[in-house]
């Protein structure tokens, strides 16, 4: 049973993948990475890690691709520009090349757990409590750096996909701010690391004056960064 | 099931997603594929979890699926980005930084 069960899902799990590699509209490359998703999680409970193979569920196969599937849509996906490039005949090359390596390695290891089923089963092995007290013990520092992990990629997100596009018409109190006069480099990262002082002293000796940015523009303030 | 068969669909489906990689130049299908990789790598910890009767393989899955989603955010983001700018959504004519 556990053998059908296996071939049903591997099979599923490689189709899949050979979907997302050779599907050209990315919409069911995104489809077919859902099937390939689940047929890894079936994989997950026959290895009895019931709590990943959930994770993966509930967390890949429904939450991340619905973000794919947002930005697949938002993106247009794009047309596939057509070959011509080397990479064409030789990423598959390598691609065979590294599944032959990595059989060699395999059949060749001293490891003899690869023909057996595993160790003995414990119960209660890989369920929510076990996984749980794994993490707040012994892995703890992992789970901390996991997640500050999630928070910078999530403020790293923000950051890179927001809108630019320069003040708004109706803002002109911040525009009345932005657009005083003040001394160079006061405000920015270059007084913070002392370039302004060494400015100073440099003005000093020169004599020079010290000069003025951000005042009224004649041209449009520019609207894109 | 011996555990080696789990193995050797974990190396063809990391393969396939290495060969995805290098071939396809939609970014967005770049991504898909690293995260078969990703994926790839998932099924070999947990089935050494399952060889060794320790959890700790099912823990690094886990830590790995975080390091998946964090690596899907900003690279969506940076996809997004790309494209409010109006420039193509291919990886080789993006070579801006190419050296």
């Known amino acids: 049973m556990s053998a059908v069960l296996f071939f049903i899902a591997a099979i599923a799990a490689i189709i899949g993948a050979i979907g997302v590699v050779t599907l050209r509209n990315p919409l069911y490359a995104v489809l077919a990475l859902v099937c390939h998703l689940i047929s890894l999680a079936a994989l997950f409970l026959l290895l009895r890690a019931e709590f990943v193979a959930a994770a993966q569920v509930v967390v890949y196969a429904g939450a991340v691709m619905v973000l794919y599937v947002f930005v697949v849509a938002y993106v247009g996906g794009g047309d596939e520009v057509k070959a011509g490039n080397s990479l064409r005949i030789l990423g598959p090359m390598f691609a065979v090349a590294l599944a032959i390596e990595l059989f060699i390695a395999m059949l060749g290891t001293g490891l003899s757990g690869i023909k057996g089923h595993g160790a003995p089963y414990k119960l209660g092995f890989g369920d929510p409590e076990h996984i749980g007290k794994l993490f707040l013990t012994d892995y703890l520092f992992a789970f901390e750096v996991a997640s500050l992990l999630l928070l910078v990629a999530a403020i790293g997100a923000i950051v890179l996909a927001r809108r630019r596009r320069g003040l708004d018409a109706d803002d002109v109190e911040l525009a009345r701010v932005l657009s005083t006069p003040r001394p160079a480099y006061t405000g920015t990262i270059a007084e913070g690391v002392g370039v302004r002082r060494v400015r100073e002293q440099l003005e000093q000796v020169h004599g020079g004056v010290t000069e003025l940015i951000g005042g009224p523009r004649e041209d449009e303030p520019e609207e894109k960064s | ?99």
């Open chain 2, 1 to 99: 099931m011996a555990l080696g068969w789990y193995l050797a669909v974990s190396v063809l489906i990391f393969c396939i997603g290495a060969g995805g990689v290098l071939v396809r130049r939609n970014p967005l299908v770049i991504l898909l594929c690293l995260e078969l990789m990703l994926n790839a790598g998932n099924l070999a910890l947990v089935t050494f979890a399952r060889m060794h009767g320790s959890e700790a393989g099912q823990i690094f899955a886990l830590i790995v699926m975080v390091v998946a989603a964090c690596e899907v955010t900003v690279g969506l983001g940076l996809i997004v980005a790309i494209s409010r700018r109006n420039l193509p959504i291919d990886v080789d004519e993006l070579h801006e930084l190419n050296g």
